[in-house]
């Protein structure tokens, strides 16, 4: 009997942790690829962030005479289409974005 009792107690546990816990995907807006192209070369981190929020993660990259600043907004599936801005560190401007699969502009 007390195994049962576990069991039950154990389920539903899994089921509660299964549907209260907080997602950590977060989705983007469904005009996301409208606000992606208001992205201009040129630039800086502030007007990106008016535009398209912050960014999910960010890395640098230093290149042989710059240092890239990459920033990924990212859809909920891991096979979705990728967004990313990327800066040149030293004056903060886009120097390229990319909004989708085939849109991409670069200085």
């Known amino acids: 009997m007390k195994k049962y009792i576990i069991a039950a107690i154990v389920i539903i546990v899994c089921v ?4 209260v816990r907080p997602r950590n995907v ?3 807006p469904d005009n996301f690829n409208e606000l992606c192209d208001q992205v201009e070369i040129g630039m800086t981190h502030e007007q990106v962030l008016e535009i398209l929020g912050e ?3 960010s890395h640098f990259v230093k290149r042989d005479t710059i240092t890239e600043e990459y920033w990924y907004y990212t859809t909920a599936s891991r096979n979705s289409t990728q967004y990313c801005c ?5 004056t903060q401007q886009v120097i390229e974005m990319t909004c989708g699969e085939h849109s991409s502009k670069r200085k």
């Open 16 to 19: 509660i942790v299964l549907v």
């Open 26 to 28: 977060s989705q983007l």
């Open 55 to 57: 960014p999910k993660k």
């Open 86 to 90: 990327t800066f040149d560190s030293s």
